[in-house]
């Protein structure tokens, strides 16, 4: 009622006055003193028990039977608890909403402790995932997903791309999961039914399989025809060359039915689950090989193509896919740098990694292309292709070769200043030679 000051005050002027009346009657000021500073303390010491139970008990009765300043005391209390409760209150209501608006969302999300614990997820996660609230909570995600995949891809801790594996629970239906690490409270995890998408995929992937095959069969039989008409001279001299462009035309598409199926083939098959053990070393003398007859093929006598000094190392792989993949970097060093050039075929191991490399002094390519080098199709200059033979499919293949070896290929290019392609595996494909792989 008088606040603290107040209150203090009064208390104190009634001590006083109190001793000084008993004092003067008295005449005994030393005991009047400490029956009253004695009396004062035994009536505090009762307060703050009173207040102390009053807390304990937690009730909400006012407390009526303090008075003055100790009854200030609890409702100040009182007030910030009730304080607390609205806030506490308006945050779960704001956590509610929020959670519900989570569950509206089209994406899964799981919230995860650090070990890969979960904690809470949402509406559909519960339902792509099948997790149940009494079983699920504190589990271990990988008691749930169980596929080595996923371990595999915790472990090298590399997120920058989401994973696609199959549902724990739905046969059939393709889950991608997109880790998201939140500083300091663990991780959240994405989860997308991708399974539309998935099989739009492969329906493409499997069209472009099927029309290149079908194309295949008759294309053979015209380049047949072609090169028969041509090598016994079945034309008159005036047809010689359309019938030379026709067949060279011939053999461009038949290269191009190559690759797409290749590709697709890429795309739509995993890779086998034994690797071969392959030799570095053989596989770059092959590129080499391949790289010397194209050169004669295009007239380019001068371009030197290299192998550096190159170790006892083994990659571990599909040969035909790796050497699919360095003969296109080969052929493009070859293609693509005028003649006179130097090409270095070579191997090295880079912290964590092994690299192959393939390096020319040519042309280089301008930075803005070096981005979208490995789509389907792109290419710098596209008046350059025919000339060159490519198929605008040789970076996608390699790319995709790459991905498939765990590894990722890597260009350094600058105008005029030449190129260098480097496909970077993982060490665990790395080894040393002991037993290796005939080609
Ligand atoms: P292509 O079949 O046209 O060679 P690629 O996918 O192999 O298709 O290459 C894409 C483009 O990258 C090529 O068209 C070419 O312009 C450029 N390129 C590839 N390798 C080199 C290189 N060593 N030097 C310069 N340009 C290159």
New binding site residues.
Partial sequence: MYGYFGTTVLQAGLLFSGILTFGQITDRWLETSLVFVSGALVISVIRRNQLYDWLQKKSDEKMSRLPGLWLDMSERITHRENEVKKAELRAREQLMSLQQSLSSLDAGLVSLTDQWRIQWWNEPASRLLGLRTEYDEEAALFNLVRTPELIRYVEEQNFELPITLPSPITSGRMLEYTVCPVRDSGILLVVRDVTRFTRLERMRSDFIANISHELKTPLTVINGYLETIVDNQMVAPQGQRAITQALRQAERMNQLLQDLLLLSQLETTPLGSKPSVISVKEILEHALREGNELKHALDKQNTQIRLDDISAMTLSGDWKELASAIG?LTA??V???PDGSDIRLGFCVEGDHGVLTVT?D????PPEHLPR?TERF????NS??PA?G???????IVKHVMLRHGGVLDIQSKPNQG?TFRCLFPKDRLGTIKAVAAP
């Fill in positions: 296109n493009n060093a293609r693509y740098c020319d040519g042309p280089g390519i080098l792109y290419r710098v200059d350059h292709s060159t490519g198929t605008g499919l040789g970076l996608a190129s």
